[in-house]
């Protein structure tokens, strides 16, 4: 039994042995085993000798990471010396002989592999180089003298041994021909702007006490994109001056042309309104009536800035505290040793894990109000910090923790508001007065507090905050108005909250003031838009008539009553609406102060003007309508316009359809009538009246605005240029002096240089990429597939 078992094991033993043959090698095919060996090296690794310089590189089969592509790169890019000595040499030799000698050898031809040499080939361009070199500089603020620097050299000459590296001078006059191509390129976006520009002025200042003035420009263009470029960067020798701000403003309107199209100026709080109302800047604008709402709405303070005064000032009336608790957050983070036992007293109390301490930036508030905040988790832990170790003796006191508590309140809402406006991307005028008006609130409410500390603290917020209320709440009312989430309703809530019985007097402020400026924007005239044009009309109508005493006949006579129709009851309304916004102008004249009694008086005369031209209409009856029949005759009246002030479309006739023959000739006058009626509701108050857009976070209301171009053509030209108002020019905590430092290098450079380095640095931003060049090589496919990415 014993030799069957052994026999029928080994039979077993065959059977595995030929069920699981060896696998088989896969054959290399890769080009580079023919300058390659593997090697074995210890604890089964291997290694990829170089047959030429016997250099080893790490190789592992089936392994990406250490795989064939640095075999590649070893050998066509020139690493190895072996191999790029050959080549020269073989150069050196194809340049000095026949054409025939380098190519009569006998030897067979070499396996050609389609191999990734094309990939790092690129043609050398010295003079795209030295434009990619200046880019940098001005993107990266780079000193224009690091082209002299020899680490810069020595860099650069390592990546490209050809690229001669231009002296300061060459390099300079590249960045002011950069400036130059791209303020033209803005110029012609400027150009084709349709509304006005609202500015926003920043100061800067150096070290030899010289100061500079930056202007910007915020537009939304034809396409409702909201768009914010910088126009001059300018010396002046005394920026704070009284014309300084002047001049400035002054030129760079005629710099760029746009000295009709200035809509608001947004100033940080440092500034005096007394420089912009000078006579100076007067005599700038051809004429005072380029300033809309006359001048209410010219100056903007900057709201980022005045949140950051006020939490400034706020910090600052505790700065005792403050200091006592920075330096005993410094002393618990000073040795893991306090750590520790800082650490045990928080357990000891419960505190939870999740809190931690912080330290601040002592010129960015919103540090500060963070390291208040999680301190005062932890006023318990110090104040046993205090009791059981004898070093400590920085411990805030119950009143002083009272002081934060109310202190970090209302800065809390400081922070929040910030957060909300340095969170926006593109931010839009209507989204200032929502937080605006919560703050205002909050401090009115907290001066009226019985807590003597709360009303304290309050005031000294409330004061300045204030003063910002009263200068910009008309803007900022009339820009969330724009908003169709809001309209005047959010405006009559938050007035109710804040003036309670006095609220009234404040929203019939407002009332009168966005009725005002609309009725400034009805004076000028309309763009060309896709609505009812009474020549496209009359063409139409002239193509349907089949006779020359203007009668139709057959399947013409029921399109012409169609359009007729639609002339009488909706395109006709449009026309005179056209009429009424041309007239305004004139009849303002007559001491018409508000659009609606404007429109008034120009729809009576349409009315008279219309009866009369019904009476003296030539009826013409109409005998060929049998085959349709068409029982009423109908005859085209032409209505002309006898106004010798009328503008444009004076001499255009509108066509109207009246029936004849029935008796209703008066039915006829009414309906008229009742037409023009309807229209003296302007197009602000029909936006008024309407609902409000469903709130959602996401709402686009540019987009909103795009849609309703043709619904509201004078409102959405004064929508563009309220909601384009830069309400902040800041977006940082810091409140600073309002003055900007320039470095001790651009101070030195000539005023024209620092202008082309700051204002080209804006505009490359929104220009193409540097590298989209005509003669840019196309790499090959296979660069992405080996994970190279290149970034500027």
């Not at 009569?104 to 080939?121: C, E, F, L």
Request: glycine content about 4%; charged content about 25%; hydrophobic content about 35%.
């Amino acid at each position: 039994m014993e030799t069957v078992s052994d026999a029928e094991a080994q039979k077993q033993l065959v059977t595995v042995e030929v069920a699981t043959p060896a696998p088989k090698r896969r054959r290399k095919k890769s080009f580079v085993w023919d300058y390659f060996t593997v090697e074995p090296v210890s604890n089964g690794c291997t290694r990829a000798c170089c047959k030429q310089c016997k250099q080893s590189y790490a190789y592992s089969t089936g392994n990406k990471i250490a795989g064939t592509s640095h075999l590649k790169r070893h050998i066509l890019m020139g690493i190895c010396p072996k191999i790029r000595q050959e080549k020269q040499q073989q150069l050196a030799l194809t340049s000095g002989s026949p054409a025939g000698v380098a190519g009569g050898s006998t030897d067979p031809p070499k396996r050609r592999y389609r191999s990734s040499n094309a990939v790092y080939s690129h043609p050398f361009d010295q003079e795209n180089s030295s434009l990619n070199l200046a880019k940098m500089i001005i993107m990266h603020e780079y000193p224009l003298n690091m082209v002299e620097h020899p680490s810069f050299a020595a860099f650069v000459n390592g990546l490209q041994p050809k690229f001669k590296l231009p002296d300061v001078d060459t390099i300079e006059n590249e960045v002011m021909g950069i400036h130059l191509r791209e303020k033209q390129s803005l110029a012609v976006l400027f150009g084709g702007m349709p509304g006005r520009v609202s500015l926003t002025i920043g100061l800067w200042c150096t070290s030899q006490t010289l100061g500079y003035v930056s202007l910007s420009g915020q537009f939304i263009d034809a396409d409702w994109k909201l768009h914010r470029r910088m126009l001059n960067f300018m010396m002046v020798s005394s920026p704070h001056s009284e014309n300084a701000l002047s001049d400035a403003i002054g030129y760079s309107l005629s710099d760029w042309n746009i000295k009709s199209k200035l809509f608001t100026i947004t100033l940080d709080n440092n500034c005096s309104s007394h420089d912009i109302y000078s006579a100076n800047l007067r005599d700038h604008l051809s004429n005072k009536n380029n300033l809309m709402l006359k001048g209410q709405l010219f100056v903007v303070r900057c709201f980022t800035h005045i949140l950051n005064v006020v939490a400034q000032d706020v910090v600052a009336s505790i700065h005792g505290i403050v200091y006592n608790i920075r330096e005993s957050v410094k002393y618990v983070k000073a040795t893991i040793d306090r750590e520790d036992k800082f650490m045990e007293i928080t357990q000891h109390l419960q505190i939870p894990n999740t809190k931690i301490l912080s330290l601040d930036v002592q010129s960015q508030w919103n540090t500060t109000y963070l390291m208040l905040l999680s301190a005062l988790d932890f006023r318990l832990a110090f104040a046993n910090l205090e009791a059981c170790d004898p070093d400590y003796n920085e411990a805030p006191s119950t009143e002083d923790w009272k002081k934060v508590e109310i202190v970090c309140t209302y800065l809390k809402l400081l922070f929040d508001s910030a957060n909300v406006i340095m969170g926006t991307v593109d931010p839009t005028a209507n989204i200032y007065f929502q937080e605006a008006w919560k703050i205002q609130l909050e401090l009115s409410n907290g001066t009226l507090s019985e807590d003597a500390m709360v009303s304290e603290i309050a005031k000294e917020m409330h004061e300045k905050f204030d003063k910002y209320w009263k200068d910009c709440s008309l803007i900022l009312a009339i820009a969330v108005i724009m908003d169709p989430r809001f309209k005047l309703k959010l405006v009559e809530f938050s007035f109710t909250k804040i003036y309670s019985q006095e609220a009234g007097s404040y929203i019939k402020v407002i009332d009168d003031a966005i009725h005002q400026l609309y009725t400034e924007y009805v004076a000028q005239p309309l763009p060309l838009t896709p609505t009812f044009t009474e020549q496209d009309h009359v063409g139409e109508f002239s193509s349907y008539v089949g006779e020359p005493n203007g009668s139709f006949t057959g399947e013409a006579s029921n399109i012409v009553e169609e359009e007729a129709c639609n002339v009488s009851e909706s395109d006709n309304v449009e026309g005179n609406v056209t009429v009424v916004k041309e007239e305004v102008s004139i009849v303002k004249e007559e001491g018409c102060d508000t659009v609606v009694e404007a429109e008034e008086v120009v729809a009576e005369e349409v009315v008279e003007e219309e009866v009369c031209n019904v009476e003296e209409m030539d009826v013409v009856a109409d005998e060929t309508n049998n085959e349709e029949g068409v029982g009423e005759d109908m005859v085209i009246g032409e209505m002309k316009d006898e106004n010798p002030n009328h503008s444009s479309n004076s001499n255009n006739k509108i066509p109207v359809a009246l029936s004849t023959g029935d008796g209703l000739l008066d039915f006829d006058i009414y309906i008229s009538e009742t037409a023009v009626t309807n229209q003296t509701k302007s197009e602000l108050d029909q936006y008024l009246e309407e609902s409000l857009v469903p709130r959602i976070q996401e709402f686009d209301i540019l987009g909103w605005w795009k849609l309703n171009t043709i619904k509201y053509p004078t409102l959405c030209k004064m929508a563009r240029d309220v909601l384009a108002i830069p309400m902040s020019m800041s977006a940082s905590f810091s409140a600073g002096s309002g003055n900007k430092m320039l470095d001790d290098f651009r101070s030195s450079l000539r005023p024209d240089t620092v202008e082309a380095l700051f204002c080209t640095r804006d505009w490359l931003q929104y220009s193409s990429p540097m590298t989209t060049d005509a003669t840019t090589p196309q790499l090959v496919s296979n660069v992405s597939s080996a994970g190279f990415k290149m970034e500027f």
